[in-house]
């Protein structure tokens, strides 16, 4: 009856907090904006399987919560109450510690779900939206679920977090997934230009990767693309896409967004030839 409760409470929270509010907000905040990244619609029936498929996600997440309910317990975390246990400033060294290692994790394990072995078991459901919504934050198969959930297992089991730090780093992550999925780039341009914040993720540069699958793995920094080579700013697509929506015409599309969309419909009839 207890693990009933807790899987219960932690279903309630994941969907109403990490789901259900920030995908609402952002898709209802940007859904009617002209600037959108990619000139496409989402597709007819895909918020559905997006909402569906991340149902399914907060049950394996709330499932892994109350499993790590039973580790903290038992004293098998490394979550601390005490603030004194550290030293000052420790709790804000955690989150960012957090970030660079979930970053890292994510990173990789994207990467290796992008493999052929793996691609269709792990993460081809997520890739059906080429054009995602703020509904597709949780939009994965439960193997990807599982992935993803355990990054932040390890973290927790292993990395020393004040529980606030803990809920800062959940918070900081919820915000990027939801933001990387909602159409629009959040960022201003101005930032982007700045040399200490071009190590982050754009909104623009997660789009990029939903219409090309072999660029910008990462989440919450391009670090890791970057050194590996797998990094593409997605700006030039954008200006393409905005370009070509002003066009009277097809036909008048300039060339070069024929070559920068190739890589987008190739992904979006591999995808759609996947059942939902």
């Not at 149902?55 to 790590?68: K, R």
Request: a positive charge; hydrophobic letters at 45%; proline letters at 6%.
């Amino acid at each position: 009856m207890e693990l009933a409760l807790q899987f219960m409470a932690f279903f309630a929270f994941i969907f109403l907090a990490g789901y259900l509010a920030p995908a609402a907000q952002f898709y209802f905040l940007y859904r009617n904006r002209p600037d959108r990244i990619q000139s496409a619609r989402p597709r007819p029936g895909q918020i559905a399987r997006e909402v569906r498929l991340s149902i399914i996600t907060v049950a394996i997440f709330a499932a892994g919560s109350t499993g790590l309910m039973q580790l903290y317990q038992a004293g098998l975390t490394n979550i601390y109450w005490d603030r004194h246990d550290y030293f000052p400033g420790y709790g804000i060294l955690s989150v960012l510690l957090c970030l660079v290692l979930h970053d890292t994790w994510f990173y990789w394990s994207h990467r290796a779900m992008h493999t052929p072995a793996l691609f269709k078991l792990t993460h081809a459901g997520h890739h059906k939206s080429v054009t995602p919504t703020p509904w597709a934050m949780f939009a994965f198969q439960p193997a990807e679920a599982l992935i993803q959930f355990a990054g932040i297992a390890m973290i927790v089991i292993f990395l020393p977090l004040h529980p606030l730090a803990l809920l800062a780093f959940l918070g900081i992550d919820t915000t990027v997934n939801v933001a990387g999925h909602c159409g629009y780039e959040c960022v201003p341009a101005w930032a982007k230009r700045l040399p200490l914040l071009r190590i982050f993720s754009t909104v623009t540069s997660h789009d990029a990767h939903h219409t090309n699958m072999r660029v910008n793995f990462g989440s919450f920094f391009n670090v890791w693309d970057r050194f590996c080579g797998t990094y593409n700013s997605g700006a030039e697509n954008e200006k393409l896409e905005h370009s070509a929506s002003r066009e009277p015409s097809p036909i008048s599309r300039p060339h070069a967004l024929e070559q920068n969309n190739a890589s987008r419909l190739n992904t979006a009839r591999w995808t759609r030839a996947l059942p939902d």
